[in-house]
């Protein structure tokens, strides 16, 4: 069965720094999706950034990067120029490619704190 | 606006009562998901459902029972088998192979 580990229960990052929360998995499959989910003090996981395990480029959205370490079954996610919206929990989450609808597996989550 | 509505957004259940989520997406999603999530964890999968009339028991599927009777709608029943049910519990729905789930914005359940 596949697993998540985010080894990093709580981040902190002054406003305007970049951060990185770390995220490994451990499948035996060669293809796989990968996600990062936000949850907001309101509690709604909001999509991040996705990533392809067949896609050998990182995936990037505006001020969100990851470094995808396929190998070292490493998914990490980078935070630019943090803002007081990005606190929040940060939840890695691995999804098999087969085909149909599978569930995801999320690792426990990051809690991140932004000072000003 | 499209997208995936939960009620209530606090639910109380007294002993041995059953009661019942609310999950409504109009995004024409064939796949809906039940996750529950407890303080300090991930969420882990309640059900899922592929298509209408049809479902599947997820990771902690004991206590629970669900219905697709209308391809919009995925109601959840909290029985009063599930000895510990206080937690958070998430819809989500993607669309048939889809790989991104997007998630409604959740019921807090309580027991008196």
């Known amino acids: ?42 509690r709604q996981m909001i999509l991040v950034i996705r990533q392809e395990a067949y896609k050998q480029q990182n995936a990037t959205e505006n001020r969100f990067s990851v470094n995808f370490q ?16 990005d606190a929040a ?4 989450a691995y999804r098999s490619w087969r085909g149909g609808s599978e569930k995801l597996v999320f690792g426990k989550g990051t809690k991140l704190t932004v000072n000003p | 606006d499209g997208g ?35 303080p300090g964890q991930g969420l882990r999968l309640i059900y899922y459902s592929q298509i209408v009339n049809d479902f599947q028991k997820g990771d902690i599927a ?4 669900v219905s697709r009777e209308k391809k919009e709608s995925f109601p959840l029943t909290v029985t009063s088998a599930q000895k510990n049910p206080t937690a958070f519990y998430l819809c989500a729905s993607s669309s048939y192979g889809g790989e991104t789930q997007y998630f409604g914005p959740g019921t807090r359940l309580l027991v008196l």
């Open chain 1, 89 to 92: 929990m940060y939840f890695c």
């Open chain 2, 62 to 65: 004991e206590g629970y029972s």
């Open chain 2, 4 to 38: 995936i509505t939960q009620s209530p957004k606090y639910l109380f259940r007294k002993e041995g009562q059953n009661v019942t989520l609310s999950c409504e997406q109009n995004l024409n999603h064939d796949a809906m998901y039940w996750y529950r999530q407890d």
């Open chain 1, 70 to 85: 396929k190998a070292a079954k490493s998914f990490s996610l980078k935070i630019s120029d943090s803002q007081l919206g």
């Open chain 1, 1 to 42: 069965a596949q697993t998540v580990t985010q080894s990093q229960p709580e981040m902190s990052v002054q406003e305007a720094e970049t951060v990185t929360l770390s995220c490994t998995y451990d499948t035996s499959e060669s293809d796989y999706y990968l996600f990062w989910y936000k949850q907001p003090p309101s």
